[in-house]
């Protein structure tokens, strides 16, 4: 049976805010409340691929301390940008 389009919505919502580690929770969480309606399929496939890495590669990503892979990189910067922006109030 296909996963429907608001199942889709709420399990990754729910993957974003519960990560295993409270600092990426903190930032998906927010940023999936955010976007997360308003992606595309293109896009919720790629953020959906996202939710499947580690937070330990995740977090570096983020905070522009490593290199993200190619595939991922404008999705992690437009993260870390809301991220800033947000924490920065």
Partial sequence: MAETAEARLKR?????????????????????DAHLAGLDDADLAL?????????QDLLPWVLGQRQPPERLAGLIAEIGAFARARLSR
Avoid: A
């Fill in 47 to 55: 953020y959906d691929s996202l939710l499947n890495e580690n937070d």
């Fill in 12 to 32: 990754m919502s729910m993957r974003s805010w519960r990560r295993g580690t409270k600092e990426m929770d903190l930032i998906l969480g927010p940023w999936s």
